[in-house]
């Protein structure tokens, strides 16, 4: 039997009327969060205009998928949408990035959160021995892991909770490891470089995963690196995160962003 066509899970911010149409695409979760990981980011975008649609990236995830293979599922569901805005954080932000040779992807503005564009030999490995330790040491442990090297610098929160029953654990650990996975060897500087459109990277300057040099950009595209952030720059400074979204959004004569 074969198994169903995975459909889109997802939740609309904001007014249905508003003028402007922004996509978001989340990171890798272990159970889907409700879009709550946006929510320090949502006001910039909101305010400039924008009906929302937080999407889970691994809603659309079938078995034996790669990186490109869900990209070109989401393609489908995207396109229909008409976005004026692509966003994504982490994985999802990998995925808006494997869209951006397509025609239909220019007329957008894109917003990438701790959005890796190359993942290089470290990124890898550590990504591969959270991914390994589901089945090593249950996901619980995992996610002690993926907490140490996702928090930032001035956070003492300490890891979550795993799942408290075994079918739980074993479909989250699943979806982690899976979807922790799809960013092994991504490559998209192609794409990103020759995208004609207007383009910002946000990431934490100090991050353990995502940095400066898994970033690519291509001409009048910024990055904007957020100082005392790690992995989920919108977390740990999210009025800083919140001001570079904004004035990306709303350009400035003048713009305090560091362009590369």
């Known amino acids: ?23 978001v695409l989340a990171p890798v979760m272990a159970q889907w969060d409700q879009g709550a990981f946006f ?13 929302v649609t937080v999407y889970d ?8 998928d790669d990186l490109a293979a869900l990209a070109d599922r989401w393609a489908g569901i ?15 932000g ?20 701790s959005a890796p564009t190359v993942a290089d030999g470290p990124l890898d490995a550590t990504l591969e021995r959270i991914a390994a330790a589901v089945a090593s040491h249950g996901t619980a442990a995992a996610l ?15 890891a979550p909770a795993g799942p408290r029953h075994h079918a739980d654990d074993e479909r989250h650990g699943r979806r982690l490891a899976t979807g922790l996975r799809l960013l092994h060897r991504a490559d998209a500087r192609s794409r990103v ?27 009048g595209h910024i990055r904007a690196g957020i100082a005392r952030a790690g992995m989920r720059p919108h977390a740990d400074q999210p009025h800083a995160t919140r001001r570079a979204v904004s004035a990306f959004l709303e350009p400035q004569p003048t713009k305090r962003i560091h362009e590369k």
């Open 78 to 92: 995207l396109r229909a949408e008409e976005p004026d805005l692509l966003a994504g954080n982490a994985l999802g």
């Open 39 to 51: 929510e320090p980011v949502a006001g910039a975008l909101l305010s400039t205009g924008h009906r």
């Open 193 to 219: 470089e020759a995208f004609p459109g207007r383009l910002l990277h946000v990431y934490g300057t100090e991050s353990k995963l995502v940095r400066d040099h898994h970033l690519a950009t291509g001409p």
């Open 94 to 113: 990998a995925v808006v990035q494997q869209l951006l040779d397509r025609p239909w992807t220019h007329r957008a503005d894109v917003v990438l959160l």
């Open 144 to 158: 002690r892991l993926l907490h140490e090297v996702v928090r930032g610098p001035e956070d003492p929160s300490p």
């Open 1 to 23: 039997m074969t198994s169903p066509v995975p459909a889109p899970v997802r939740v609309r911010l904001g007014d249905p009327r508003a003028p402007r149409t922004a996509c």
């Open 57 to 64: 990236t691994l809603s659309l995830l079938r078995e034996g």
